[in-house]
């Protein structure tokens, strides 16, 4: 079975700080990891994915992640926040031996004030 | 089209009737995913699809739900004697075959509003 815990419902930052949203995760065989942004009204959008190699890994939007194997994590990041980076993030988690089903994260609503 | 479209946006039902929902993946796209999205949840995994056949379906949960894509293209999910627990956002995916260079992110589409009544 493969799991995924946003322990943090919702993060609120000010503008020009960094934020860091948490994930951990899971997983029986080696993972796949994922970020998800999903602004109202519209659909999920991928942000950036871990798969092998480099353990900070950059995507859209200026975001990063960092995996950690030994805590089972894979935290969000973002070294100077905007208020457009309001909306709700998803992790998710796919075992590389199962070819179909990932596993998300109930997500976190980020806030970022002026 | 240019990105997953899903049909209808909205949908509005009574309890114990039949609903359909379309999905149209992008084109090329051979893995298509069905999940449902309820308030305050992350997406839940109902069913994979690789090409024409169902590749996992241990996420639908009972019989009333079915899922067919008879052609590798436009998925179609089928609520039988739907309920009030049946409402919730109902969202597609597609992506390149699993494995390939391309592994495993998701393209979604906007979802289908399911409300029952």
């Known amino acids: 079975a493969q799991s995924v815990a946003q322990p943090e419902d919702q993060v609120n930052v000010a503008e020009g700080n960094p934020l860091t949203v948490k994930c951990t995760y899971s997983?029986?065989?080696?993972?796949?990891l994922f970020w998800y942004v999903q602004y109202p009204n519209r659909g999920l959008q991928f942000l950036l994915k871990y798969i092998t190699g480099d353990n900070l890994v950059k995507g859209s939007y200026g975001f990063e992640a960092e995996f950690n194997k030994s805590q089972t994590s894979f935290h969000l990041k973002k070294p100077s926040a905007l208020v457009s980076d309001s909306a709700l993030y998803f992790c998710?988690?796919?075992?590389?031996?199962?070819?179909?089903?990932?596993?998300f994260g109930d997500g976190t609503t980020l806030t970022v004030k002026p | 089209g240019a990105g997953v479209s899903q049909t209808p946006s909205n949908k509005v039902t009574e309890k114990g009737k039949y609903v359909e929902l379309r999905c149209d993946p992008i084109s090329g796209h051979t893995a298509l995913y069905w999940y449902r999205q309820s308030l305050g949840q992350g997406p839940e995994f109902l069913i994979y699809f690789q090409g024409t056949g169902a590749a996992d379906d241990s996420g639908l949960p009972n019989d009333r739900f079915f899922a067919v894509r008879p052609e590798g293209s436009v998925s179609t999910l089928k609520i039988q004697r739907t309920e009030r627990g049946d409402s919730a956002v109902y969202l597609c995916?597609?992506?390149?075959?699993?494995?390939?260079?391309?592994?495993?992110?998701?393209?979604f589409g906007e979802g289908s509003r399911l409300t029952v009544l």
């Open positions: 997983v029986s065989g080696n993972p796949y």
């Open positions: 995916a597609s992506g390149p075959r699993p494995g390939t260079s391309n592994t495993g992110e998701l393209f």
């Open positions: 998710a988690v796919r075992d590389m031996l199962n070819a179909g089903k990932s596993t």
